[in-house]
T-cell receptor
Framework: DAMVIQNPRYQVTQFGKPVTLSCSQTLNHNVMYWYQQKSSQAPKLLFHYYDKDFNNEADTPDNFQSRRPNTSFCFLDIRSPGLGDAAMYLC??????????????FGPGTRLLVL | QKEVEQDPGPLSVPEGAIVSLNCTYS??????FMWYRQYSRKGPELLMY????GNKEDGRFTAQVDKSSKYISLFIRDSQPSDSATYLCAMSETGANSKLTFGKGITLSVRP
């Protein structure tokens, strides 16, 4: 089945220790997104790639970086995690266009714990 | 005022009840309206999708959009314990690269 895969599902890191979360997709979608979701809050868009074009949200901290080496893979790098970065990180994909093609397909998420 | 407001909940109903979930929004440019269902510790999954105003039905689920009132609803008929989840409304403008704006979500619990 075509899908969005995130690894690992759970990640524990130490305060200030860099961490990388990964996302892969078999949907062949142009656009990939990274969201941060804290408990009982809406997903917050961090950035997205339209093909190789990187689009950063204005309020995304510099501590968060992303790489997309090819269509299928996208990585989220947190350079120096703080306690406030503990959250669920969601990867999503979409194929831009009209109607249903605008919808986003989410992976299962990676839950990050910062000690 | 936030762009998308959603009743905070939580909401608890008995099995078989009709559930009504609602969102209001302020951006009149929103044209695409979605409901996502998110089970505990999982990613959101698309439940319903509507373009512009009107109703859309899929099994026990009905989505309504009233653009004149900037109000959308999701109705669940004959609710089941398996419907227990967080429901997020989401909206976007037209344009190939428009972003989704989510509500905070409401947690629904259906009691057997």
């Amino acid at each position: 089945d075509a899908m969005v895969i995130q690894n690992p599902r759970y990640q524990v890191t130490q305060f200030g220790k860099p961490v990388t979360l990964s996302c892969s997709q078999t949907l062949n979608h142009n656009v990939m997104y990274w969201y941060q979701q804290k408990s009982s809050q809406a997903p917050k868009l961090l950035f997205h790639y339209y093909d190789k074009d990187f689009n950063n949200e204005a309020d995304t901290p510099d501590n968060f970086q992303s790489r997309r080496p090819n269509t299928s893979f996208c990585f989220l790098d947190i350079r120096s995690p703080g306690l406030g970065d503990a959250a669920m990180y969601l990867c999503a994909t979409s194929r831009p266009g009209t109607d249903v093609k605008k919808t986003q397909y989410f992976g299962p998420g990676t839950r990050l714990l910062v000690l | 005022q936030k762009e998308v407001e959603q009743d905070p909940g939580p909401l608890s109903v008995p099995e078989g009840a009709i559930v009504s979930l609602n969102c209001t929004y302020s951006n009149s440019a929103f044209q695409y309206f979605m409901w996502y269902r998110q089970y505990s510790r999982k990613g959101p999954e698309l439940l319903m999708y509507t373009y512009s105003s009107g109703n859309k039905e899929d099994g026990r689920f009905t989505a309504q959009v009233d653009k004149s009132s900037k109000y959308i609803s999701l109705f669940i008929r004959d609710s089941q314990p398996s419907d227990s989840a967080t429901y997020l409304c989401a909206m976007s403008e037209t344009g190939a690269n428009s972003k989704l704006t989510f509500g905070k979500g409401i947690t629904l619990s259906v009691r057997p």
